[in-house]
């Protein structure tokens, strides 16, 4: 039986196909309840086919949402159907977060400010080198590179195996991201200070390849936006060689705060007590 809170209070969602993996419910939830809320949050499975009609009856109030989450694989639909899409989400073409505003649909993508506020908790300092690589080229990695160009950073090398995409990303993002092939990666990785992984190597424990960090700068900093297991074989690799790691658990911690203080009023705090409860979930399955 639901909480009693819900029927009083805001009601928001997570959206994509499938959606039922999503682990946003319990984020929020623990939220709603650490801050005495009313309201609920809760997936809501949407088919492509079925996405416009499902935005018309958010615009429309009939849906009884005031806003969500978007997930894969609506993140570009749902930046072509917001009313009123921010800077953000005009440069990536994809939003992740809807909310309703003077009757608008407006709308936001904040996995890069996730990614960036990751590594500000987890390892402070990390933005002080000028050189990052980033592997993939993915539309995961589109965020975190916009996210990095706009801390200031002076070099993004994009590795990728089909350079060509890893081209794209550079004419998207300007005269600071530079495209190579994977091939390329031990070249690119002389002095950087940060590497990023946004492919799907290692993921839910499979192999990856090794690879030989050491021409990374002797402070720099390896993160993974995996982040089932917790500790990517990337990410082990990199430890083992004596470099500081951040999972990427943090980034879908902190990327759900801006939703939550839109839909329900309050600014919610990404705590150890949150991070133990997902990781307690992802351990059962």
Do not use: C
């Not at 809170?5 to 196909?17: C, D, L, S």
């Not at 609920?40 to 935005?55: L, N, Q, T």
């Amino acid at each position: 039986m639901g909480d009693s809170r819900e029927t009083f209070g805001p009601n928001a969602f997570v959206t994509g196909f499938p959606v039922k993996h999503s682990r946003s419910p319990l984020i929020h939830g623990h939220w709603l309840r650490a801050l005495d809320l009313a309201g609920s949050y809760r997936a809501h499975e949407v088919s492509p086919d079925d996405f416009p009609a499902f935005i018309a009856s958010l615009k429309d109030g009939s849906s009884g949402f005031v806003g969500g989450n978007v997930t894969i694989p609506h993140k570009e639909t749902a930046f072509k159907l917001a009313d009123r899409p921010d800077e953000l989400s005009e440069e990536l073409g994809a939003s992740n977060t809807l909310w309703l505003q003077d009757g608008l649909l407006h709308a936001t993508n904040t996995d890069g400010r996730g990614f960036t506020a990751n590594l500000d908790e987890r390892h402070p300092g990390w933005d002080r080198t000028d050189r990052v690589v980033i592997m993939g080229a993915g539309g995961a990695s589109r965020a975190i590179i916009q996210a990095v160009r706009n801390r200031g950073i002076g070099e993004i090398h994009v590795v990728n195996r089909t350079v060509e995409r890893a081209r794209e990303l550079a004419g998207r993002f300007g005269e600071r991201v530079h495209a190579h092939p994977m091939a390329a990666l031990n070249e690119v990785m002389r002095g950087a200070g940060l590497l990023v992984n946004t492919t799907s190597l290692g993921m839910d424990g499979e192999a990856a390849p090794q690879i030989d960090f050491s021409p990374l700068a002797e402070n720099a900093v390896v993160t993974d936006i995996v982040y089932v297991p917790l500790k990517t074989p990337l990410l082990t690799q990199a430890e083992e060689q004596g470099f500081a790691i951040v999972d990427g658990l943090g980034m879908l911690l902190h990327q759900a705060v801006p939703g939550f203080e839109k839909w329900f009023g309050k600014r919610p705090v990404v705590d150890e007590a949150l991070r133990a409860l997902i990781i307690a979930d992802m351990d059962k399955h």
